[in-house]
């Protein structure tokens, strides 16, 4: 990327092309599809790409019926791969990346163009809207935490989000697109991919306005997959071994504070559960716990109330537990790597 800074863009000017991996989403883009075309059809974006992994069901000829333009994997690509290839292809000077299981809002395009309008800003990303179909809890809670940090965090970020995100192609192409070597499964690729984009001189905004909604239906074993393998244990060896912890999203100060919280109140459950420490100091520490989430749990109250609150604030902790174990890990990993 060039170091000299353009002018301001004209919103009318920007032109975009969404590119939509998919394998087997037929059920998805049903619904996630018929927002992009009807963007495109009213000129707000250029075309709509959808690259077929390889689907063994009818994703592709779905997807060219509802007037997406189709491109075919060639071979189980993964995500990455594809967004890559139909990156270099795309009409578009802004590559709008969504997944096949989110639906954009309607002013979707509208909120992704105000982003870039300042000349700086190479990529920007949205959030979940806080309202997912799935009913189940851990879906709903799942849903509501991306919502909350999404809204909470610094506008200026530091990685990249690709299931609802945008990136300038020139700025894409310059840093090589989604590291699909070192993820050859869909993992942080997006993530390591935001941290490339500011090395080379960009910005990355967050807009809590470029909303979507999530239709991925969480169950425990493939959310505990999902978090430990493909999130917590790769992004905590990336900040060890080349970026260092970021104060950002969810491994920012503060929750590094509170993750201490939630070690701390699974050892005192197993000091009161084995009749050293009296039931009190569990109630208490329940109640600092509460109070330091805050914050999320006016937002689970508000959205589902005091049951799922209470049940969310608890679960979250132990998220903070198998994350914090991913990384003590990972960080004990790097350790004897460099003996």
Known sequence: MSNQEPPAQDLSKISVSVIMPVYNGKDFIARSLPPLVKMMKSGEIVEVIVVDDSSTDNTAELAMEMGARVMPSGGRLGPGAARNMAATDAKGDILWFVDADVIVHEDA????????????????????????????FLSQYKNLVHHYYHHQASRDASTFWAGCGAIRKDAFLYVGGFDIETYKRPSIEDIELGYRLIEAGGRILLLPELLSTHLKVWRFMNLIHTEVFCRAIPWSRLMLQRTGIVNDLNVGVAERLRALLAGLLLLILILVATNILPWWLLLMMLIIVTTANTGLFKTFLNRKGIFFAIGGILFHQVYYIY????????????MVHKI
Request: hydrophobic share 40%.
């Open 323 to 334: 994350s914090s174990a991913a990384f003590a890990w990972c960080w004990l990993e790097n």
């Open 109 to 136: 395009a509208e909120q992704l163009k105000k982003g870039f309008i300042e000349p700086d800003v190479v990529s920007v990303f949205g959030s979940y809207d806080d309202k997912p179909p799935a009913r189940n």
